[in-house]
């Protein structure tokens, strides 16, 4: 994934670790993220699985 800015970034890096604080995705995901082979149709599909999740 590619960012406009480091704010950026980080709000999706934080969108990640909160999902994984709550239990709704395995940490291997926020891992994905940090090493950055998280690709935007991963984020994508991912953000599908926290709000199927979290209702």
Known sequence: MQ???ET?????RDHIKQAVDKGLIDKSWL???DKGTMTNGDYKGLKLIIAQRSN
């Open 3 to 5: 960012f406009s800015n």
């Open 8 to 12: 950026t970034k980080a709000t999706v």
């Open 31 to 33: 891992d994905k993220f």
